[in-house]
């Protein structure tokens, strides 16, 4: 699976006593930043996939790898859909927060992402199914200039930055969720709604070891990337689609549809049957 390195280390900063936690994303709110903080993430996403090109042209010549790249403005806007002035504003947000460092060579700027190679600083964002002709970041166009799209934009790159390279799916509770994007608790699910149907997120309902032995105590649940976990690429996407269908016809067809398992145990034993494939 291909993927960029996605800066992660400033989602989460000590305040200002050293003792606290403060979530960056979590003081992103739309009343005050309004269409800027979905600017700035879209940006962040557009310059990591570009940095990866020019990382994997560095290697194949000889070259060490950079954690710079140059992008023209005309290049943010029609990538973002966003005018030079918020594009702007996206710009000065991604600086506040120390993820970017940004300096003027001719008609572009040069963009660092700081921190982008350090070992736990960063986290894999996929490319093989978001990214479409070049674009870095087409799955995000329908992504309304609303609460509700900065909303599922923070939300999608918490689950990245939470993804378990071990068990490769994120795990995170409502309450989680709430505390890493300041989401509100009735606003969660309309923000996963937009991830889903834009077929970036899944999830997912294989249990591991992360689960407590008292599963009634374990209020947290596993979400798949769709580019990065195993069992979740677009050929999967588009095979399910395909069973779906097939399915819906022969039930058109007067034939019964397919029952739900009635047994707990035949529930577990599918579960760790399809786990075997993964």
């Known amino acids: 699976m291909s993927f960029a390195q996605l800066p992660s280390w400033w989602l989460s900063n000590k305040g200002e006593w050293g003792d606290e936690i403060r979530h960056t994303l979590a003081e992103l709110h739309w009343r005050d930043h309004r269409a800027a903080g979905i600017c700035a993430l879209l940006i962040l996403i557009m310059l990591a996939t570009r940095l990866n090109e020019v990382v994997r042209a560095a290697r194949k010549a000889g070259l060490p790898d950079t954690d710079t790249v140059s992008v023209t403005w005309t290049e943010l ?101 709430i505390r890493w994007t300041g989401i509100r608790r009735e606003d969660i699910r309309k923000a996963w709604g937009f991830l889903d149907g834009q077929q970036l997120a899944a999830v997912s309902t294989l249990r591991d070891p992360r689960h407590s032995k008292l599963s009634e105590d374990d209020q947290s649940q596993r979400y798949a990337i769709v580019g990065l976990t195993r069992g979740y690429t677009k050929e999967d996407a588009d095979l399910a689609a395909q069973e779906k269908n097939s399915e819906q016809l022969l039930y058109q067809a007067g034939l019964p549809a397919p029952a739900p398992p009635t047994d707990k145990r035949d529930e577990d034993d599918r579960v760790d049957l399809y786990s075997q494939y993964l």
């Open 77 to 177: 806007q029609r990538a973002t859909g966003h005018a030079r002035a918020t594009v702007g504003k996206g710009i000065m947000l991604l600086e506040s927060w120390g993820v970017i460092k940004v300096t003027k060579v001719g008609r572009a700027n040069r963009y660092q992402l700081v921190r982008v190679h350090t070992p736990g600083d960063w986290c894999a964002l996929p490319l093989t199914f978001p990214e479409k002709n070049g674009d870095a970041v087409s799955r995000f166009h329908a992504l309304p200039s609303t609460q509700l799209g900065l909303n599922a934009l923070k939300l999608y790159i918490v689950l990245l930055a939470r993804r378990s390279t071990q068990y490769n799916t994120a795990a995170l509770s409502f309450n989680g969720i």
